[in-house]
């Protein structure tokens, strides 16, 4: 039996040695989730091995997203996370019937969060946590629990977006977490029909905003079917080889810098 000493050094290490990344948004609906969960894979493409943890307690989609929606098992109380496309992956989503709505007071959600980040992660050395939008409770026990190293902040790049994203960047900053960057998502769209490109939420927003606030520019996915596709099918575009995985990939390289 090792001492209870050792035993509390091998879980700080452990926690040292274990890199949280945040991705947030100010608004729902932006693509955060579908952000995360392609991040996720392109990480675990790149060589590390990736956990993913979806803390959108009110709309939890990673299950759909990876394709996984099994319940995961517990030994001694401790979550095991199920495999998705080379990640491995908890959500809320996997412990309540789907559908339900969870009417969550404070310490339910941060009792909920706990379950979720004290799963047996101990071979994953990178994990990516999809928040849920804005700025409440989640956000606050994550940072005050369990430090991210940084957090990514996705937007569209309509202005009302990027306002509410402003204040989840404002929101980690004054908590001590480093922002790594802005993603503009659904960024101009190729007519399937004609080729011609448009902006249905504008373009150029999230550049420019994080050019003003003094944080880097990350890159813009662009608003498209084939995404929205994918997702919805389970199959994020990540695992593939086509453009799409490429551009996952840029973006999951610039993290690790
Ligand atoms: P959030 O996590 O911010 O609420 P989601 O990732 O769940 O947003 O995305 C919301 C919806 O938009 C989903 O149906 C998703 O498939 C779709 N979506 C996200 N990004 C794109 C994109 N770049 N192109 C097309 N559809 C997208």
Aim: with cysteine; net charge negative; aromatic share 4%.
């Amino acid at each position: 039996m090792p001492e209870v000493d050792q035993v509390r050094i091998a879980l700080t290490e452990e926690k040292v040695h274990r890199t949280i990344i945040a991705v947030g948004s100010g608004k729902g609906g932006v693509g955060k989730s579908t952000l995360a969960a392609n991040l996720a894979i392109a990480l675990a493409r790149a060589g590390r091995t990736v956990g993913l943890v979806d803390a959108d307690i009110y709309g939890p989609s990673q299950p759909r997203i990876m394709g996984n929606e099994q319940r995961p098992d517990a030994v001694e109380k401790q979550i095991i996370p199920v495999d998705a496309h080379g990640v491995k992956m908890l959500s809320i989503g996997q412990l309540v019937e789907a559908g339900t709505a969870l009417a969550w007071r404070g310490p339910m959600v941060t009792s909920a969060l706990g379950q979720l980040m004290d799963g047996e992660w101990s071979d994953r050395d990178l994990m990516i946590v999809d928040l849920p939008p804005g700025t409440g409770d989640i956000q606050m026990s994550l940072v005050q629990k369990w430090r991210p190293a940084g957090a990514v902040i996705v937007s569209t790049p309509q202005d009302l977006a990027l306002i509410d994203a402003t204040r989840a960047i404002d929101l980690f900053r004054k908590m001590n977490v480093p922002v790594i960057g802005l993603v503009e998502n659904m960024a101009g769209y190729a007519c399937p029909h004609c080729g011609e490109i448009s902006d249905p939420f504008g373009s150029g927003g999230a550049e420019a905003a994080a050019g003003t606030l003094g944080i880097p520019f990350l890159g813009r996915i662009p608003l498209s079917l084939s995404i929205r596709e994918a997702s919805d099918a389970g199959t994020p575009p990540a695992i593939g080889d086509g453009e799409e995985a490429a551009l996952f990939s840029t973006l999951a390289t610039k993290l690790l810098d």
